[in-house]
């Protein structure tokens, strides 16, 4: 089954404890992205990747960091999670297009809370 | 920079109702045009797509148009039934791969 996974679906951490979220795509899909939605401000990017080891920042990128070593993998890292990144977290994935014209596929979501 | 505005933020109607919903946004410089279907707590999925050259996709009971030149899109459900209640987002994309998304319009169907 085609499919964007993420790990965890939840969790619960401190300030300062660094954490990865995890993405993987079976679809053997050029593009993934990560985005947080937050209510009242909807779906923000935070980084994606056009293909293996290339990265580019989206619109809210302080305080992530991201990693393409693998075409079907991208995770997501807080090196020192605060408070205001408490969010609900998606990764999505499509295949490339110079014209952009592929649909986006998104993962079930993260719902990360910094204590 | 793009903004993405969708209105109304909720709407509520019984049952057999078509629905309305709207999309507009400031570039029109875009690449295709995206509607999504969000349940409470869960993920994304993907409703109908439109490249920026076309002006209607169709599926089943669904159908959305696109004027790229007035910044609008907008999304038809006929004869709407409660397990249409959902959030629904529409995304724009444009250069760069970005993807950038309206705040949704929440609909509650009533029996």
């Known amino acids: 089954e085609a499919q964007v996974t993420q790990n965890p679906r939840y969790l619960i951490t401190v300030t300062g404890k660094k954490l990865t979220v995890t993405c993987s795509q079976n679809?053997?899909?050029?593009?993934m992205s990560w985005y947080r939605q937050d209510p009242g401000l909807g779906l923000r990017q935070i980084y994606y990747?056009?293909?293996?080891?290339?990265?580019d920042k989206g619109d809210v990128p302080e305080g992530y960091k991201v990693s393409r070593k693998e075409k079907r993998n991208f995770p997501l890292i807080l090196e020192s999670p605060s408070p205001n990144q408490t969010s609900l977290y998606f990764c999505?994935?499509?295949?490339?297009?110079?014209?952009?014209?592929?649909?986006?596929?998104f993962g079930p979501g993260t719902r990360l809370t910094v204590l | 920079k793009q903004e993405v505005t969708q209105i109304p933020a909720a709407l509520s109607v019984p049952e057999g109702e078509n629905l309305v919903l709207n999309c507009s946004f400031t570039d029109s410089a875009i690449y295709n045009l995206q509607w999504f279907r969000q349940d409470p707590g869960k993920g994304l999925t993907s409703l109908l797509l439109?490249?920026?050259?076309?002006r209607e996709q169709t599926s089943g009971r669904l159908n959305a148009s696109l004027d790229k030149s007035s910044g609008r899109s907008t999304l038809y459900i006929a004869a709407s039934q409660p397990g249409d209640s959902a959030t629904y987002l529409c995304a724009v994309r444009a250069a760069g791969n970005k993807l950038t998304f309206g705040g949704g319009t929440r609909v509650l169907v009533k029996p």
């Open positions: 999505a994935s499509s295949l490339k297009s110079l014209l952009g014209t592929d649909t986006q596929y």
């Open positions: 439109i490249q920026s050259s076309q």
């Open positions: 679809m053997n899909h050029e593009y």
């Open positions: 990747s056009m293909n293996v080891e290339v990265t």
